[in-house]
């Protein structure tokens, strides 16, 4: 079965700091992997997807993420932060034989202004 | 753009009793999920549904739950006798097709078992 784990579980940095959140999978087959996003009171956006081609995928808001396939990662960075961009960010991805997501256990970042 | 939506927002309800959480999935979607937070611990996978069946369903739900798509529109989760645990942010969520296509998800509805 698919796993996915962040290890990040607080981030703390000021504006315009580069940021980096890691997630890592365990998962043999066709891997599709997700980055969703949970700004303060709002519902799960979908920052970026990953499903197949150039490993390195850019999303909204200014977010990148690699797909290394040797380290079974799915980093997702931002060069410089904002202070919009405090939030808790999700790394998910499909099991193959179904359709369900499975969640990392989320990362809270707070960008101080 | 078209969104998901939930109602209720918040619902507070007595253990024991029975609720059900309503999601309105994106127009032209056919698969449909729900998935719950509790707080402080991830977002949990519970069921998803397609083409008027249940596809998957994770452990968690038990014969307490039930879903239902009771018309073109709406996509329910019924809890028929709340537990104190059940208390969770429950997310309902929709996708175009299965398989590597993203999913949609609600605002979310907050339900609190006392």
């Known amino acids: 079965a698919q796993s996915v784990s962040q290890h990040n579980h607080h981030v703390i940095l000021s504006e315009a700091a580069s940021l980096e959140l890691g997630c890592n999978y365990s998962?043999?087959?066709?891997?599709?992997l997700f980055w969703y996003v949970q700004y303060p009171g709002q519902h799960l956006q979908l920052l970026l997807k990953?499903?197949?081609?150039?490993?390195l995928v850019k999303g909204i808001k200014g977010f990148e993420a690699e797909f290394i396939k040797s380290k079974f990662s799915f980093n997702l960075r931002k060069p410089s932060v904002q202070w919009s961009d405090t939030a808790e960010y999700f790394c998910?991805?499909?099991?193959?034989?179904?359709?369900?997501?499975?969640f990392g256990g989320g990362t809270r970042v707070l960008v101080k202004p | 753009e078209p969104e998901v939506t939930q109602t209720p927002s918040h619902q507070v309800t007595q253990m024991g009793q029975e609720v059900i959480l309503r999601c309105v999935p994106i127009?032209?979607?056919?698969?449909f999920y729900w998935y719950r937070q509790i707080l402080g611990q991830k977002v949990e996978f519970l069921v998803s549904?397609?083409?008027?069946?249940?596809?998957?369903k994770s452990e968690i739900f038990d014969d307490q739950f039930s879903v239902e798509r009771p018309d073109g529109s709406n996509f329910t989760l019924k809890i028929r006798s709340t537990k104190l645990e059940d208390s969770a942010m429950y997310f309902c969520?929709?996708?175009?097709?299965?398989?590597?296509?993203?999913?949609?998800f609600g605002p979310g509805t907050r339900l609190t078992v006392t």
């Open positions: 998962y043999g087959g066709t891997v599709n």
């Open positions: 127009s032209n979607h056919l698969y």
């Open positions: 990953y499903f197949s081609g150039d490993p």
């Open positions: 969520a929709s996708s175009g097709s299965g398989g590597a296509h993203e999913q949609y």
């Open positions: 998910a991805g499909p099991q193959a034989a179904g359709n369900k997501l499975t």
């Open positions: 549904f397609y083409n008027n069946e249940i596809s998957e």
